[in-house]
């Protein structure tokens, strides 16, 4: 089976209501990270049934999250930049097993040889790969679940956080380059780090094992 046949894309704006509905009735890369990290299986599974109070994240976290969706782009641009492809948001599911659903931050078809990229912005992410020099548990779960539903042999991971307060670094964004698009040489000493990873089969394997595994719970107790 080729790369382009063994995903489809999706037509959906990742954020919107139709987005988060088309998630809930797959296992995304978050869910399978998830559960490989945290071994929250049971808090998945019901919140997939409608079972689990809203989550209202601290303050602080929502601003990550914010920082993270302002940089996003950005970050995407730069690595389209410096790797002379030019990569769009795309939303993906499997056509073996379509439950198994992937937002991907970037992908772009070169050659005939499709390309993903993962981008991660806030600070936390980036401080965790400046102290280990490689991704964390987490996001190279994420990772290898998207490049085992589109069929990639390698993923770009892109990291960046250019100040150390992420208020600041929302800020930064958004007043020096709103509405432009950064070259690389723009981004200067703080530029974004781009690492690749390889895919590692017996690993994705397994991450097939727990989609499905999320994915039977649901439909048994939608059944029951």
């Not at 409608?50 to 969706?69: D, F, I, R």
């Not at 659903?101 to 970037?106: A, I, Y």
């Not at 956080?161 to 007043?175: F, T, Y």
Request: proline fraction near 4%; aromatic fraction near 8%.
């Amino acid at each position: 089976m080729t790369q382009r046949q063994m995903f489809r894309t999706v037509e959906l704006e990742q954020g919107t209501q139709e987005w988060l509905d088309w998630r809930k009735h797959g296992v995304t890369a978050t869910e399978v990270a998830s559960a490989v990290t945290k071994h929250n299986f049971d808090d998945i599974v019901n919140d997939k049934l409608g079972l689990s109070e809203p989550w209202n994240p601290p303050h602080v976290v929502k601003m990550a999250m914010e920082v993270g969706t302002i940089l996003e782009p950005y970050a995407r641009d730069y690595a389209s930049n410096a790797l002379g492809m030019a990569f769009e948001p795309v939303c993906a599911e499997s056509v073996e097993h379509p439950f198994m659903r992937v937002s991907l931050d970037g992908l772009v078809e070169v050659d005939g040889v499709w390309h993903g990229l993962e981008v991660k912005c806030g600070k936390s992410y980036s401080t965790k790969f400046a102290k280990s020099g490689k991704p964390c548990d987490y996001v190279m779960t994420q990772i290898q679940y998207q490049m085992l539903v589109c069929g990639l042999n390698e993923m770009n991971l892109i990291y960046h956080h250019n100040l150390p307060n992420d208020i600041d670094a929302a800020l930064s964004v958004m007043m020096q380059f709103s509405q432009k698009s950064i070259t690389v040489a723009e981004w200067g000493q703080k530029k974004p780090t781009l690492v690749v990873v390889t895919a590692d089969r017996d690993f994705q394997a397994s991450l097939k094992q727990i989609a499905q595994m999320i994915h039977e719970r649901v439909q048994l107790a939608l059944m029951g």
